[in-house]
Nanobody, 126 residues
Framework: VQLQASGGGLVQAGGSLRLSCAASGRSFRDFHMGWFRQAPGKDREFVAAISRSAYGRSTRYADSVKGRFSISRDNAKNTVYLQMNGLKPEDTAAYYC??????????????????WGQGTLVTVSS
């Protein structure tokens, strides 16, 4: 599967953005999908994940984004989304989507993902 992320931009604190990640290639529905982010000078960190359909579309979120971000997927469009509300300056980062077929227990682990899209930059001004 190949991934193409989009939707980043500049937004004021408290605003919203929706990121999209379009997939092509092998069956999209067979992959768990994750969003990660990397701020300048920091390691890449887990943001959210959604399971493949066979797992009932379970979701998981980093504590820092719970209640503000929502991940979803549309298998008919081969696309995963990240709706980001209540954005804060500390959410500023390059956001990456990724795909994996590892067991759901490890979806927060960046090392377990086999395919990455290019980053899309989110900048939140105070």
């Amino acid at each position: 599967v190949q991934l193409q992320a989009s939707g980043g931009g500049l937004v004021q604190a408290g605003g919203s953005l929706r990121l999209s990640c379009a997939a092509s290639g092998r069956s999209f529905r067979d992959f768990h999908m994750g969003w990660f982010r990397q701020a300048p000078g920091k390691d890449r960190e887990f943001v959210a994940a959604i399971s493949r359909s066979a797992y009932g579309r379970s979701t998981r979120y980093a504590d820092s984004v719970k209640g503000r971000f929502s991940i979803s997927r549309d298998n008919a469009k081969n696309t995963v989304y990240l709706q980001m509300n209540g954005l804060k300056p500390e959410d500023t980062a390059a956001y990456y989507c990724a795909a994996t077929q590892i067991v759901w227990a490890y979806v927060e682990d960046t090392q377990r993902y086999t395919t990455w899209g290019q980053g899309t930059l989110v900048t939140v001004s105070s």
